[in-house]
């Protein structure tokens, strides 16, 4: 594991990353765990992602644990919530809520009930769900931080309706749990643009990534460390004073 500078001090703390298995949820694991926090990492189908990451933690001395789970079911939820405490104590300190996807690109015209619902379940209701099993845990001086999107601000691309508004939906839901749960618990959320991973390489054509990498005045599409260490800096006290915002990390694309 990459060992960083100790600027964005976590020890002592414990942290739980949904969606930890892969891609942005793996790096933010291994991040936080690499500034000191003792990491649960919760993954729903990429097992092999999460347990290489614990290992990876553990063998650089510090601690983690994988736990499997859907983040749309409360029993799951909760479940990560004991798993945690009895892992590493009573108290949680920080939540990073990656779990999340867009499903498929479908117009409205295409699009029935049941797929705009399963949409904003994964990605806005399992947001509410792990934040209200976390709060009774959490200790003053907490920090949330959600996954928005560069679509939540714009509307996404082709398809992406369902999506944009759940993840407009975080964005919402961040600034209003950041006047509800502050002082004690600060709350921001991060909107990634073109970001090198898997929902690219499944939702995005390779022209279209190129085209939009050669947009920004950075010349490159995102990797996963990059948002890991604004998320690290993030559940920092050096964030003390940052609370309720939407974080951009797009090279530049889109300035809001």
Excluded at 158 to 175: D, E, N
Aim: glycine share 12%.
């Amino acid at each position: 594991m990459t060992q960083h500078a100790p600027a964005h001090s976590l020890n002592g703390q414990v942290a739980i990353v949904t969606g930890g298995g892969r891609d942005i949820g793996r790096a933010c694991a291994l991040r936080l765990a690499a500034a000191g926090a003792a990491v649960a990492i919760n993954y729903h189908n990429s097992s092999a992602g999460a347990e290489s990451a614990v290992a990876e933690i553990t063998a650089a001395g510090g601690r983690a644990i994988a736990q499997q789970g859907d983040m749309t079911s409360d029993t799951d939820v909760t479940a990560l919530i004991d798993a945690t405490r009895t892992a590493f104590g009573e108290k949680i300190h920080c939540l990073v809520h990656v779990t999340g996807g867009l499903v498929a690109r479908k117009t409205v015209a295409e699009m029935d009930v049941g797929h705009w619902n399963h949409v904003m379940d994964l990605n806005t209701t399992s947001f509410f769900r792990l934040v209200k099993a976390a709060l009774p845990h959490m200790t003053s001086g907490g920090s949330i931080i959600g996954l928005a999107s560069q679509a939540g601000r714009d509307g996404g691309g082709p398809g992406a309706v369902a999506y944009a508004a759940s993840k407009g939906a975080v964005m919402t839901m961040t600034r209003g749990l950041a006047k509800e749960l502050g002082p004690d618990i600060r709350v921001n959320s991060i909107c990634p643009g073109m970001i090198d991973t898997d929902f690219h390489n499944t939702f995005t054509k390779d022209e279209v990534r190129r085209n939009v990498a050669n947009a920004t005045p950075l010349k490159r599409e995102g990797t996963s460390e990059d948002v890991a260490n604004l998320v690290a800096y993030l559940a920092s006290n050096e964030a003390a004073f940052i609370t309720g915002t939407n974080i951009d990390i797009n090279g530049g694309l889109v300035f809001s």
